[in-house]
């Protein structure tokens, strides 16, 4: 069995699937196509299905021109239908994990995808499963659940766990030359995956078990929490400090060793750095561990929304305004630039607070055309001049590269940018920073009241 999934590795005429055509899965499978191998994805969902096969692409890192040429080529399909599983040789799960309401991992999209994967089981395929989860799950669920109709892993068939490293929008580092962390639950199945991998990799890294490789790569997404999380307790502090946090980050990058910059902003968004380190506070809690800077990151970064609130309500209450019935344009629902993905992006967060207080508000977004919110539906709209200038505050969430910065920095009366976004030297209607040292611009000395609040750039 193993010679022949091998071969068919080493030869390349095996066949792909890869369950779940999302960010993740559809930019891997476009990636194995690209080196010629054959693959079927697998969705749930019949629009993400239709649109695979008639050659378009709704992932923004995934080329159209790209799936279309794929497709033509006969070298990538899609398909709802689970039972040609079994057409299969190697099979990446790679369906979202995300939290319940109760902030515990919900595993229910794995479990389903499990499900489909073991019905259509036969010797010969390769488990590996992508999808972000806690330390310990490929082998202590994974591996019962497929062994569970006689096959034998690391014999019959082949398990492993490897992270996705995706960065969407990241346009320097995709599937080929991102360095890809490999293991599997029997050294078998790690030397079978890490064969596997390099078909699209050029880096694979194989670590000694599917835990180790799960445990990498929540020390990846906790180290980014941990440091945002520190960064933007250091901009607030530097707030009440009358410092300017971003001249204390960039003063601080200079170090040419010993320090890796940060940067603060409205908190985390996007699906993994906001939930990857519960899983691993959460398997920590059943060992009687209590993963203290898990918890303490997560808070500081969960209430950055409300501090940008907090800023927003001062910045209007210095103009003798209140921020009920004031008109807020925020900037950016999108968690981080460029990407149209809005899952647990802070702007959502920092809306509701805003709307809680009584504003009325409106968006923009070049990535993200219409918005639902608590039942709400919003419609994104162009930053003019006009605009601009109706509204009594904007709100930089998100610096997307395509927003008109020198036009937001002319027209409006007031911004609170969490992003530093706005070229400070620029803005000729308001006064900034927040705090005293470093206030500039031409009316500093008419009304320094009004003022711009800059927690710089964040970083996911
Ligand atoms: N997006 C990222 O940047 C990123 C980066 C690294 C790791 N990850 C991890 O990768 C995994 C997938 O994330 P994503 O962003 O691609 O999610 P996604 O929501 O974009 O895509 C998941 C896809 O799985 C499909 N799906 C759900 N249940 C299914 C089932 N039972 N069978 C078949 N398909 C099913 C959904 O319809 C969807 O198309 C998550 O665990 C995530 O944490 C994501």
């Known amino acids: 069995m193993s010679v022949n999934l091998e071969q068919r590795i080493r030869d390349r005429s095996c066949r792909y699937g890869v369950v779940g055509l999302g960010y993740v899965g559809l930019a891997l499978a476009a990636g194995f196509a690209r080196r010629g191998i054959q693959v079927l994805g697998f969705d749930i969902d019949d629009a993400k299905v239709a649109a695979v096969n008639e050659g378009r692409s709704y992932v923004p890192d995934v080329d159209d021109a790209e799936v279309a040429s794929i497709v033509a080529a006969g070298r990538l399909e899609a398909t709802t239908d689970m039972g040609r599983l079994a057409e299969v040789d190697v099979i990446s799960i790679c369906v979202p994990t ?4 109760s902030r515990d991992p919900d595993l229910s999209y794995v479990e389903a995808a499990l499900k489909s994967v073991e019905r259509s089981l036969r ?3 390769l488990i590996v499963l992508e999808s972000t989860t806690y330390p310990g799950m490929t082998e202590e669920v994974l591996k019962p659940r497929l062994e569970k109709r006689g096959l034998v892993v690391g014999e019959d068939i082949w398990l492993a766990f490897s992270p996705e490293r995706v960065d969407p929008g990241n346009h320097a580092y995709g599937i080929h030359n991102t360095p890809k962390v490999v293991g599997g639950v029997d050294p078998a199945s790690t030397a079978m995956a890490v064969l596997f991998y390099g078909i699209a990799v050029d880096h694979v890294v194989p670590v000694g078990s ?20 520190l960064v933007n307790e250091i901009a607030q502090m530097c707030d009440r400090l009358g410092l300017d946090v971003r001249e204390i980050v960039e003063a601080a990058s200079t170090k040419p060793y010993g320090f890796m910059r940060f940067e603060p902003g409205p908190g985390l968004g996007g699906h993994c750095i906001p939930l990857d380190p519960i899983y691993l506070s959460w398997k920590l809690r059943r060992l009687d561990f209590n993963a203290r800077f898990i918890e303490l990151a997560t808070d500081i970064n ?3 929304p409300r501090y940008l609130v907090e800023r927003v309500t001062s910045a209007l209450n210095a103009r003798s305004r209140s921020v009920k019935g004031s008109r807020v344009l925020v900037m950016g629902v999108a968690y ?4 149209d993905d809005t899952r647990e992006s802070p702007a959502l967060e920092a809306m509701r607070l805003l709307l809680e207080s009584g504003a009325e508000v409106v968006y923009a977004d070049p990535f993200v055309d219409t918005l639902s919110l608590d039942d709400r539906l919003f419609t994104a709209l162009d930053v003019t001049p006009a605009l601009l200038a109706d509204v009594d505050c904007v709100v930089v969430t998100t610096d997307h590269t395509d927003f008109p910065w020198a036009a937001v920095a002319a027209h409006a009366h007031l911004i609170v940018d969490s992003r530093g976004a706005v070229d400070r030297d620029r803005v000729q209607h308001v006064l900034w920073p927040l705090s005293g040292p470093a206030v500039r611009g031409p009316q500093a000395s008419a009304d320094q009241t009004e003022r711009v609040f800059q927690v710089p750039r964040e970083n996911q």
């Open 336 to 339: 981080k630039r460029d990407v």
């Open 123 to 125: 010797p010969g395929q």
């Open 302 to 304: 969960i209430g950055m």
């Open 210 to 229: 599917a835990a180790a490789a799960e445990m990498a790569k929540l020390l990846e997404n906790t180290f980014r929490s941990v440091n945002i999380g």
């Open 98 to 101: 995300p939290l319940s309401k």
